[in-house]
């Protein structure tokens, strides 16, 4: 079955074009002019990704995005963005946005990011029926192995739960796929290219600043005010996980 993606784009000639090379791509689109038309579809039927443009009248890509999260709906996100500005492209991640591409882009970009967000997404299984447990402040004692630990940084892959200390933190599927990455890796320098071929299964290459940007963002909700920074840069090559 092909893949279905809902894409909302206010500018006629865009939306057209991308919805033709989506289909010719192989995926079976739906396309509408707005924010309000774009909640009404998702609605209707869940498709398997969103590609919303940031800047619509009315309800803007983020606004989409932020009410499909707060309903529970994880479906990937990719937003169009003709906004360049890290804070821009933070407060698309601040929505629950997946992954962003800027504008003018190259069609195969956008293919490459889709698929990318349909792979991470594809493990998922479906919500279970029963009701979730109560959480709880504290990690649970590991019993199974099944948690790993690094730098002071606690994760269950399984339930994709995360703590610094004692201190749960709310993760987007991106941000908790690179700390678990560099969790695995912790102490070793990881280079642009292999972060990229790991998180998003494509190299972006040097001038992207995708990466700078969602390692700012994971940084804000990691790092505690007088407790060393966990998340190291090293200039011209990577990032590594380490304390001091």
Known sequence: MPHTVLLAEDDRAIR????????????RVTAVADGVEALAQAHRGRPDV??????????DG???????????????????????????????????????????????????????LLRRAAPAAPAPAAPAPEPVAEPEPDTSGRFLEAAGVRMDPQARRVWRGSRELELT??????????????????????????????????GSKNLAVYVGYLRRKLDEPGAPQLIHTVRGVGYVLREG
């Open 50 to 59: 969103l590609v919303l443009d940031v800047m619509m009248p009315g309800i």
């Open 16 to 27: 057209n074009a991308l919805e033709r090379a989506l289909t010719l791509e192989g995926y």
């Open 173 to 206: 599927r991106t941000e908790f796929e690179l700390l678990e990455l560099l969790v695995r890796h912790a102490g070793i320098v990881l280079d642009h290219s292999t972060i990229y071929d790991r998180i998003w299964g494509y190299d972006f290459g040097p």
């Open 62 to 116: 983020l606004q989409v995005c932020r009410v499909l999260r707060a309903e529970g709906d994880r479906t990937p996100v990719l937003m169009l963005t003709a906004l360049v500005e890290t804070a821009d492209r933070i407060a698309g991640l601040d929505a629950g946005a997946d992954d962003y591409v800027v504008k003018p882009f190259d069609v195969e970009e956008v293919f490459a990011r889709l698929r990318a």
